[in-house]
Each structure stands twice: as structure tokens, then as C-alpha cells.
T-cell receptor
């Protein structure tokens, strides 16, 4: 069946360092969404990418959708302690539902 | 989001007990979802509903059942709880999509932490 994998599973960085998480799908995706879950919280929508090769930025966060629409990445420049949490990608699976990636847990050391 | 609420927030129960987790939303969304979260496994879809008369199984529906009592309410039941159902459970909602290309974001409730002893 369809799978969405993320790497790395965990990442510890010093505050100010950059961070990247990668999302890979076993099938071509029509779009991809990214969510952030703070420790003890619930997932919160960050962004949706639709076009092949699309790049979107939100302040220090840069999201990219691969040319083949099977992979995506989230890059955070100069991490801050507020970036701590788990980042999930999610791709559509069948009709109007999503399959979530395994998530990357980010820890930022001050 | 306060617009999506879940009760209870925490529950400890014993093997074999019947448990119901409830989800309510004030967002007016048609689509509702139940997920479970386990460390290292991400969020896995249990059941989803696109309106009151539409219920669908997700990836891991065995051992679970659901009820869509109204547009705003979607309940998840564990008929006979077992320890490997210990997890964090999330309810989520989304509005009707504009078209097949564009899926609207999902809004998650605060979660229910369930422990089955």
C-alpha cells in the first residue's frame, strides 16, 4: 500500500543551526501538506504545496515539492527554541483522506 | 483549536472494557476523522466520515467502531479494549474540498490519551 516516510526520525540541533526534514512517498502525490505538533499538543497545519517543483516560504521555513511530486522537504533556517516539535508531512490517499508521514521530532538545544 | 473538542482528555481503563471517545466541532465542517498516534509511527487513520450518512474505514479500523450522531459529533468506540490500543487519539475535521486537486487543511482536537492496562 501507499507509504509516506520521513527522515530523520529525530534531530537535535544547536539553536541557530539549520534543520531539514525530508518526506518521501511511494506514489505520486497531487499535493502535500505539512503540519507541526508542539510537545504535548496537537498537529497544526502549516502549508500545502500543489505544483511540481513548488517552493514556498514562511519566514524562516522553506517548503519544497519535488519535480516528480513524490518527495518534499521542510527547511528551517537558524532554528529557535520555538521550533521544537514534531513535523509531519501528509499526502492524499484515495478519496479525500490523507496518509501522514512518520514525523521528524526536532529538539533545539539553547 | 477550541473549535474541535475531545472528551475525555485522559483515560485509563482495563483490558476488556468498552470505551467511547467523543469529538465535537463548532467549525461546521462536513468531514471528520479519527487518528491514533504512536511513537515512531506518525498518525494513522482509523475511521473517517464525510457526512452523517457516510462512514468509512481507515488504515487500522480493526477493534474500533464509530458513530456520526450529527454533523458536529463523531464518536470512536473500543468495544473490548486491549493493551496495544494504548495511544494518543486525535479527532480532526476539514471542510468540503474545492476540487480534487485542492484538499483543505485538517483541524485537530487536543487529543485523548488512552491507557489500557
Amino acid at each position: 500500500g501507499q507509504q509516506v516516510m520521513q527522515i530523520p526520525q529525530y534531530q537535535h540541533v544547536q539553536e541557530g543551526e539549520d534543520f531539514t526534514t525530508y518526506c518521501n512517498s511511494s506514489t505520486t502525490l497531487s499535493n502535500i501538506q505539512w503540519y507541526k505538533q508542539r510537545p504535548g499538543g496537537h498537529p497544526v497545519f502549516l502549508i500545502q504545496l500543489v505544483k511540481s517543483g513548488e517552493v514556498k516560504k514562511q519566514k524562516r521555513l522553506t517548503f519544497q515539492f519535488g519535480e516528480a511530486k513524490k518527495n518534499s522537504s521542510l527547511h528551517i533556517t537558524a532554528t529557535q527554541t520555538t521550533d521544537v516539535g514534531t513535523y509531519f508531512c501528509a499526502g492524499p490517499s484515495g478519496t479525500y483522506k490523507y496518509i501522514f508521514g512518520t514525523g521528524t521530532r526536532l529538539k533545539v538545544l539553547a | 483549536d477550541a473549535d474541535v473538542t475531545q472528551t475525555p482528555r485522559n483515560r485509563i481503563t482495563k483490558t476488556g472494557k468498552r470505551i467511547m471517545l467523543e469529538c465535537s466541532q463548532t467549525k461546521g465542517h462536513d468531514r471528520m476523522y479519527w487518528y491514533r498516534q504512536d511513537p515512531g509511527l506518525g498518525l494513522r487513520l482509523i475511521y473517517y466520515s464525510f457526512d452523517v450518512k457516510d462512514i468509512n474505514k481507515g488504515e487500522i479500523s480493526d477493534g474500533y467502531s464509530v458513530s456520526r450522531q450529527a454533523q458536529a459529533k463523531f464518536s470512536l468506540s473500543l468495544e473490548s479494549a486491549i493493551p496495544n490500543q494504548t495511544a494518543l487519539y486525535f479527532c480532526a475535521t476539514s471542510s468540503r474540498e474545492h476540487n480534487e486537486q485542492f484538499f483543505n487543511e485538517q483541524f485537530f482536537g487536543p487529543g485523548t490519551r488512552l491507557t489500557v492496562l
